[in-house]
């Protein structure tokens, strides 16, 4: 996921999409706990994924209040 393809959405994809990260994010932990988890470094993906789309939205919100 790259931020330049996530600024051309708009602000109700970019929250569908954070919507998806987070669920994302809680199934890699609930497979993480229950020793199910093969590729461990899809938490730190998906969480960083997730900031990059809050970051996006912050800078949206930020350009509409000008």
Do not use: H, P, Y
Not at 16 to 30: D, G, H, I, P, Y
Not at 36 to 62: F, S, Y
């Amino acid at each position: 996921m790259n931020a330049n393809e996530l600024r051309e959405k708009s602000a109700d994809q970019l929250r569908e999409e954070l919507a998806n990260l987070k669920k994302e994010s809680f199934n890699l932990r609930f497979q993480q706990a229950t020793g199910q988890m093969e590729n461990t470094a899809g938490i730190k993906a998906a969480r960083r994924n997730a900031a990059r789309v809050k970051t996006i939205l912050n800078e949206k919100a930020a350009q509409a209040a000008e």
